[in-house]
């Protein structure tokens, strides 16, 4: 029973998502085998999260490493073709929307192995963003869709897919998140909220640190921040370089840091007075902490974050972001949770999988 699912992760959100699912199958006496292809493969974006979240190790790691995206997904198609034929399990279940959720989704399919994909049917309607065509290209070629939220139920419908491939299921990520702040000690959490206020800041997106104009606006923007608030930025790699030739470590009031594990930036975000940023998963987070969040970017997949949420999509203007940060600094922390996201949700996918596995 379950014997046959193989878990496919890569980049660092994957493993908050995976996390709960492979803790509730394997809580329930499934057999979970899960395949690391090694898109992410730092210590500070892949270990640490492995290590945090107590995930066992994978049974396969494929190890494809960085390169631009045909030939990153190249090599991860090539690789999980061979992981695939060899493992030959009956289904294959994928997270999110990186390279490796997309890669997978294509070569199981193409090897007729039906797909589960845990975060279904988010879209942020523009394609310029390389997790959208990821996104798109896994709803369509996957065979169960499990949702986090409820707008993503129309998203899949419009794009034809079988209403009855899609189980509505919460929101994995904030099981982990819940996990990890029922970990912290009390004074864990009174340390960070009792000290002076800061805000958090991380930005990676390629449509934000690829522009060198952009990204000196951005600069610009967290510099006038930096003088309501002191911000703290933990650096992806891959904006490191262009965000110091843009001048953002001579800001005087903005701590930049390696990228954090997952404890400690959960410490950290909660404590937080203020979160900047362009990522998907700390909009859901924030929302659930009831820490404001400003998200620099025009679009998100993740509307429901905004409507019940402390999200708000803020323009990457210098001055826009210093109002949007003034007004959000005088708001009341009001923390929500969106219909289903209650810490459950990987009992409820892995209850699914067991089902239709046994
Ligand atoms: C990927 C995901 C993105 C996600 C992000 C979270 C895709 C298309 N993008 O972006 O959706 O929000 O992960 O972190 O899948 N690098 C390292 N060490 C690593 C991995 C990457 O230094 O362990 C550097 C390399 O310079 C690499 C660059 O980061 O070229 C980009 O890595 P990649 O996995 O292609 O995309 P991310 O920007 O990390």
Redesign the pocket.
């Known amino acids: 029973m379950g014997d046959g699912t193989l878990h496919v992760v890569?980049?660092?959100?994957n493993f908050m998502k995976a996390a709960p699912v492979v803790r509730a199958l394997l809580d329930g006496g499934e057999r979970v085998r899960l395949v690391h292809t090694g898109?992410?493969?730092?210590n500070l974006?892949?270990d640490v999260f492995f290590r945090e979240l107590e995930m066992p190790e994978p049974d396969a790691y494929l190890g494809v490493?960085?390169?631009s995206?045909g030939r990153?997904t190249a090599r991860l198609l090539t690789a999980l073709e061979d992981c695939l034929l060899e493992e030959q399990p009956d289904r294959v279940v994928v997270y999110?929307?990186?390279?490796?959720?997309m890669a997978a989704t294509l070569t199981a399919a193409k090897l007729n192995i039906p797909v589960a994909h845990v975060e279904a049917g988010l879209r942020s309607f523009d394609r310029t963003m390389?997790?959208e065509v990821?996104r798109v290209v896994t709803d369509a070629l996957s065979d169960l869709h499990f949702v986090t939220s409820p707008e993503a139920i129309a998203n899949l419908a419009r794009e034809g897919i079988d209403p009855d491939s899609i189980q509505f299921v919460g929101n994995p990520m904030i099981d982990t998140l819940d996990r990890v702040m029922a970990i912290l000690t009390e004074s864990d959490k009174t340390d960070a909220s009792s000290g002076a206020p800061y805000g958090v800041v991380t930005l990676?997106?390629?449509s934000n640190v690829d522009d060198p104009g952009r990204l000196e606006e951005l600069v610009r923007g967290l510099g006038y921040v930096s003088e309501v608030i002191p911000l703290v930025f933990p650096v992806?790699?891959?904006g490191r370089a262009r965000f110091d030739d843009a001048g953002l470590s001579r800001l005087p009031n903005l701590d930049t840091r390696q990228p954090m594990g997952f404890i400690d930036f959960v410490r950290l975000m909660a404590g937080a007075s203020l979160v900047l940023t362009d990522?998907?998963g700390i909009q859901e987070e924030t929302t659930v902490l009831g820490v404001p969040c400003l998200t620099l970017r025009t679009t998100t997949e993740r509307p429901i974050t905004v409507s019940w949420g402390t999200n708000r999509l803020v323009e990457r203007e210098a001055d826009a972001m210093l109002a949007a940060a003034k007004l959000a600094l005088d708001e009341d922390r009001t923390p929500t949770r969106p219909p289903l996201w209650d810490g459950s949700a990987g009992q409820r996918i892995a209850s699914i999988l067991a089902t239709e596995d046994g």
């Open positions: 890569g980049a660092r959100p898109q992410h493969y730092d974006l892949s490493g960085s390169g995206h990153q999110g929307d990186v390279n490796s959720t390389p997790e990821n990676h997106r390629p992806h790699p891959r990522s998907g």
